[in-house]
């Protein structure tokens, strides 16, 4: 089945402690990219990754790191995290890069920050 | 400023009734992308419609319908009679792909009441 899996889906921890929210797609996409959701905002781009090794910043990234050394995973890292990072995260992949447009989102991590 | 503006916060309906979800969205590209989401209650986004700047023919799908208008940057989605099931948060995003830049607007949270 063509999807987009998250680990943890639910995660409390405390400021400082890094972590790391895994994303896997299985579909050979190329384009990934992390989004977080919080009340009233809607979803804003953290970080997005046209390829293999190639990694871009979106509209929020200040306290994130990402990594695409597969084509397959994108984890979104977390070095020391904060409470106002406490949030709803949704990994997203896009076929190619010219069918960018188009995501297919994972299920959602949900991140609270003690 | 804001991209995609909904500026409905929540609707309710009763059932059966018909429902309109205002989206206005501000761009200065020349080649961009219009989607609604569905978030119901168990949290996952739910694809519903990707339009593109070239296409303004209005659609519909079965109860939805969409309503492209480029002179009023708007991209409005219409449910006819209303379900219990249709109680979710819709969210309008536009993506522009000059910039590679994906903006969601706040959602617009719909009750349904039976």
């Known amino acids: 089945e063509a999807q987009v899996t998250q680990n943890p889906r639910y995660l409390i921890t405390v400021t400082g402690k890094k972590l790391t929210v895994t994303c896997s797609q299985n579909?050979?996409?190329?384009?990934m990219s992390w989004y977080r959701q919080d009340p009233g905002l809607g979803l804003r781009q953290i970080y997005y990754?046209?390829?293999?090794?190639?990694?871009d910043k979106g509209d929020v990234p200040e306290g994130y790191k990402v990594s695409r050394k597969e084509k397959r995973n994108f984890p979104l890292i977390l070095e020391s995290p904060s409470p106002n990072q406490t949030s709803l995260y949704f990994c997203?992949?896009?076929?190619?890069?010219?069918?960018?447009?188009?995501?297919?989102f994972g299920p959602g991590t949900r991140l609270t920050v003690l | 400023a804001q991209k995609v503006t909904q500026a409905q916060t929540e609707i309710s309906v009763v059932e059966k009734e018909d429902v309109t979800l205002d989206c206005v969205y501000e761009?200065?590209?020349?080649?961009?992308?219009l989607f609604w989401y569905k978030q119901p209650p168990s949290g996952e986004l739910v694809f519903l419609i990707r339009r593109n700047s070239f296409d303004e023919q209005n659609e519909i799908s079965g109860r939805y319908s969409w309503n492209f208008q480029k002179s009023t940057s708007s991209f409005n989605f219409t449910i006819t009679a209303s379900q219990v099931v249709d109680s979710a948060v819709y969210f309008c995003?536009?993506?522009?792909?000059?910039?590679?830049?994906?903006?969601f607007g706040s959602g617009t949270k719909l009750n349904v009441k039976p």
């Open positions: 997203a992949s896009s076929l190619e890069w010219e069918r960018r447009d188009t995501q297919y």
């Open positions: 995003a536009l993506f522009e792909r000059n910039f590679n830049k994906f903006y």
């Open positions: 990754s046209m390829n293999v090794e190639v990694t």
């Open positions: 761009t200065r590209d020349t080649t961009y992308y």
């Open positions: 579909m050979n996409h190329e384009y």
